[in-house]
Structures are given as structure tokens and as C-alpha cells.
């Protein structure tokens, strides 16, 4: 049996501000912080034990992690950073307003790409460039691993990959594992894990600091799952 928690990232500022956000690095607002202490607190009086915990390469997504961690008392647990837990790459629409981006591309093209499983969103271009740093942390990857915007689907091909090499040793060793990503990122693990179809994993909705909580056996299939909600911080069974 094994343990793994999955944290949606607390509010970033562009969430507040309702901006496409994807790769540009972004920091937690105070509420956001706010929100990660109280997914400590409520993972904490469900028992749980971390032995490791991944984050995406994102700074919203690290510091989130941090104060996971600070409010469990176990600041030690292994961390583990990898870029392709990162958000969907949302192209030129990063750092657009979601009004602005509907008055420009309109709404229809706008709902399809954020809701279509194979929809993706125009390239990156010079203005939206701007807000996406392909610093230190991208060094010695291929320049084609890195995307210019992708779909849901690309998303969840990239994010099996950290999947499949990372995440799923640990599970199989019985280790406790914490998972704090993005909501497409978060989307896609769900898809792996529960086996969702391209039309259901679309629909799904993942609030900012509400732990998934799922059990697993000796073969990562899901014999428990519980969601501790931001309303009521009890744990709602679903499967």
C-alpha cells in the first residue's frame, strides 16, 4: 500500500488577477500561503506521513511546497524539483487577461483551448515571450523538449514521462509521496491514476490548496481517495 497527495499550487497573483499563467513564474499571494498552511494543517490531521515530495520547476509551485512542509514539521522530507511537472504552456496567450484574450481571439476559440483535450493555443510569441524565463533551471535540455504552447494532450504526455521515471519507483517502494503542481499538470495525473478518459479529464476542476488524498495498492490502482476541500477541509469520498 502507498500514499500519495496531490496539492494544487496555493493563489498566484495572476490567479487573482485572472491571467493565462502557464510557464511565466509567478509568486503566491498572501491568501495562497494562507491556503497552503491550512492543506498542512488538514493533511496533518489525517495522519499524513511524508517520506518524498516533487514540485514543478515553477517558483508558485516550489514556496507552496515550503510552507507544505514547515506546517507538517518536515522541512527535511527529500524534494524533488522536475520541470515536467510545470503547467500547460499556454503560448501566446500567457500573461492575457482571460477578457482580453476572449476580445482578441474570441470566446469560443478561448473555452475550445482551455477545454479541448487536443486544442492548443497559438505559439509563444515576442509579448508573451517576455513573461516566460527559460533560465538555469531548463539547462541542458534539447531546444525541442521545450514547447512553444501546448494542448491537455501534450501536457499529459510530458507529465507520464516524470511519471513513469520518478514518481511511480517511489510509490512502488511504499514511500509516502506529495505531489504539488498545477491544475493541468495536477489534470494529467489524475488521467494516469485513475485511468479517465480525454473527455472526462477535461472537465475536471482542481481548487488552489486542496490536497487529493489517494491510496494505492502493491499495483498503483486506487483503492481510496478523498479530497479535502477548501469549504469544509473533511474528506469527501469519491471512489
Wanted: charge should be neutral.
Amino acid at each position: 500500500m502507498a500514499w500519495l497527495t496531490l496539492v494544487r499550487h496555493g493563489e498566484s497573483q495572476w490567479n487573482l488577477e485572472q491571467r493565462f499563467t502557464g510557464w511565466a513564474d509567478v509568486e503566491l499571494t498572501p491568501r495562497g500561503i494562507e491556503q497552503m498552511r491550512s492543506a498542512g494543517e488538514a493533511l496533518r490531521r489525517q495522519g499524513i506521513e511524508l517520506d518524498v515530495a516533487y514540485s514543478s520547476a515553477l517558483t508558485r509551485c516550489i514556496r507552496s511546497l515550503w510552507v507544505l512542509l514547515e506546517t507538517l514539521g518536515c522541512v527535511w522530507v527529500p524534494q524533488r524539483i522536475d520541470w515536467r511537472l510545470n503547467e500547460r504552456h499556454y503560448g501566446a496567450l500567457t500573461g492575457c487577461l482571460k477578457t482580453q484574450a476572449e476580445a482578441e481571439f474570441g470566446a469560443a476559440a478561448v473555452q475550445r483551448w482551455r477545454r479541448t483535450y487536443d486544442a492548443q493555443p497559438p505559439a509563444l510569441d515576442a509579448a508573451s515571450a517576455e513573461y516566460v524565463k527559460l533560465d538555469r533551471r531548463y539547462a541542458g535540455l534539447a531546444a525541442g523538449r521545450i514547447p512553444s504552447s501546448e494542448s491537455l494532450r501534450q501536457t499529459v504526455a510530458r507529465v507520464s514521462e516524470a511519471w513513469q521515471d520518478s514518481i511511480v519507483p517511489a510509490l512502488r517502494m511504499g514511500q509516502s509521496v506529495v505531489i504539488v503542481a498545477h491544475g493541468n499538470s495536477l489534470r494529467a495525473l489524475t488521467k494516469l491514476i485513475e485511468g479517465l478518459s480525454d473527455a472526462e479529464i477535461a472537465q475536471v476542476e482542481i481548487g488552489n490548496g486542496e490536497p487529493c488524498i489517494y491510496e494505492l495498492d502493491a499495483t498503483l490502482k486506487v483503492r481510496g481517495k478523498c479530497i479535502l476541500t477548501q469549504a469544509t477541509r473533511s474528506a469527501s469520498d469519491i471512489l
